[in-house]
């Protein structure tokens, strides 16, 4: 049995009427009550026929004809189905409630679990849901919990993801762990997906990686795209099981086929390199064409790559900066740097600096982040920046640079520094502060930055006097720049001044506190004062 599908409502199956046939009962049968109803109302072979065609009307009426004069659990549930899906008619999530709330009565374990998804969902923010159907997780999770001792694999599995968030029930990863692992052995899939991650990370359980394995293997067996996904990723990389080319190769054609974007990608993007499989530039165009064509940023991105650096394919500048300008469209970083760089270079666009730099300050707000900083900073360094963006702009930018080992933009941050920048003093002093070669400079960078009013320096000054790391071991230093720091917005100077001060004499502390207020008195840096000009505007 394959585990039921996570959508929150699915079709009613032609199986599930088909249940429903079968003589009518014995009661009807015998008094013959509401005649006028019974001959009015479909029959089930009539319902049958009715879903085979997609006649829904006839469906709804048919099934609330033997919802209302059988009494059965089965048919209050398919017929409450029928009006949460709106089949046949309009959509009636009150209904609905009421009719899988009698079959819940009977101890239906499929109807006890659909009511719990209703309960789950946000259906008091519906315009045409009564306000009494509020969001009830409470609710929910002891309908679940009833179907779920009944054994229904589906409850098990959303119960364990409640207790897993703590929504409706308090938290509590260990019967999380156990509800999943009881309706992954009944192959419900989606628990076989989620019990592989809680034994990968350790969650409710011991970690085991043998055991995540399994399940993610068994949930991608049964057809689940994402563990096939991920299990394709992890013989890509090795990542927990032996490196293999082909197996990552065809479990990422199967999620591809499931429709998977991200698995499109990877797959079009293995052809085109054609380094763990046989090139193949037509195969790999057509899945990440097929990706792009569904919204997948990264393999527009890859496709401008491909004919960037004519990997598969014949380099086309053209082709790259318009498959980067659609990735860029859709927010990916990686594609906007890429695009400046061409304006840049005018390659297979207009040379224009003004909109390469544009483009590299929208990917300052993505995941790439850092290759567009990157990018700025050694534009800061060659000047190109000068009249376009103020230099204090560009000192984080220098300051990520550095610290990923680019030389142009450390110098250029140490120009700044010598210019007096204190941004500049600051950052590169933790840059040098992790060098032990250079430590000594970077403390005296600190103590500029910190003379010129930066809370943050001053801060970690007083830490390297108060343990005489690079400086003098000096309790009064440190209580001193504590103090201005705390009181020009520094928070965890608060407290590191009170343990600087546990350790201190009274008139240590009375030392450190008049040092504190010279400095604000006399050493406080102040801005620098301009005429002011008063015009008088005439009418």
């Known amino acids: 049995m394959t585990g039921h599908s996570s959508a929150f409502f699915c079709l009613l199956g032609l199986a599930g009427f088909l249940a429903l046939a079968g003589p009518a009962p014995a009661q009807a049968q015998e008094t013959g009550t509401q005649p006028d109803a019974a001959a009015t109302a479909p029959t089930m072979a009539e319902v049958e026929q009715a879903w085979q065609r997609g006649d829904y009307v006839t469906v709804r009426t048919g099934l609330q004809h ?17 009006l949460a899906e709106g089949r046949g008619g309009p959509r009636d999530l009150a209904g609905a409630v009421d009719w899988l709330t009698r079959a819940a009565g009977q101890n239906h374990v499929e109807a006890m679990t659909l009511l719990a998804q209703i309960y789950l969902s946000n259906i008091s923010q519906a315009q ?10 409470a609710k929910a999770s002891d309908l679940l919990a009833r179907a779920a001792a009944l054994g229904h694999a589906e409850a098990q599995y959303r119960l364990g993801i409640l207790y897993g968030s703590g929504d409706g029930v308090d938290a509590d990863n260990t019967a999380a762990f156990n509800w999943l692992l009881a309706a992954a052995q009944q192959d419900y899939v989606e628990a ?10 350790g969650i409710g359980t011991e970690q085991n990686n043998t055991e995540a394995l399994r399940w993610l293997e068994t949930a991608a067996q049964n057809n689940h795209i994402r563990a096939q996904f991920f299990l394709a990723a992890a013989y890509e990389s090795g990542r927990g099981v032996e490196k293999n080319s082909g197996l990552a190769l065809d479990w990422y054609r199967r999620a591809a086929e499931n429709g998977l974007p991200i698995a499109m990608r990877n797959l079009g993007t293995l052809y085109l390199q054609g380094e763990a499989v046989k ?36 380099q086309d500048d053209a082709r790259a900066a318009e498959w980067y300008n659609r990735a860029s469209e859709y927010g990916l970083g990686r594609a906007k740097v890429a695009l400046g760089r061409m304006h840049e270079a005018g390659r297979g666009v207009e040379q224009d600096m003004d909109r390469a730099i544009a483009l590299y300050q929208q990917a300052l707000e993505t995941a790439d982040a850092g290759q567009a900083a990157i990018r700025l900073a050694q534009l800061a360094a060659e000047g190109v920046l000068d009249g376009r963006i103020a230099p204090h702009r560009a000192i984080p930018w220098a300051i990520y640079a550095a610290g990923q080992g680019d ?10 520094a010598e210019a007096g920048m204190r941004d500049a003093q600051s950052g590169l002093a933790a840059l040098y502060l992790d060098r032990e070669e250079r430590a000594e400079e970077g403390a005296r960078l600190l103590e500029r930055a910190a003379r010129a009013g930066d809370p943050q320096a001053q801060a970690r000054l007083g830490e390297l006097h108060m343990t005489g790391t690079h400086v003098p071991l000096d309790y009064v230093a440190a209580h001193k720049w504590f103090n201005i720091a705390a009181t020009l917005g520094a928070a965890r100077a608060v407290e590191l001044r009170e343990t600087a001060g546990a350790l201190m004499t009274p008139e240590q502390v009375a030392e450190a506190q008049a040092a504190a207020r010279h400095w604000f008195e006399q050493e406080q840096p102040q801005p620098p004062k301009t005429e002011q000009t008063v015009t008088t505007v005439q009418e």
Do not use: H
């Open 66 to 82: 033997l919802a209302e004069t059988t009494g059965t659990a089965l048919a209050q549930y398919r017929y409450g189905r029928v």
């Open 128 to 137: 045409d849901i009564p306000t009494g159907l509020a969001r009830d997780p």
């Open 192 to 201: 076989q997906y989620e019990l592989s991650r809680f034994y990968s990370r």
């Open 279 to 314: 090139q193949n530039t037509e195969e790999g165009l057509r899945w990440l064409k097929a990706a792009a064509k569904a919204g997948d940023s990264g393999a527009m991105g890859n496709l401008g790559l491909a004919y960037a650096v004519g990997m598969g394919v014949a």
């Open 407 to 416: 030389a142009q933009s450390e110098a250029w941050l140490a120009k700044q």
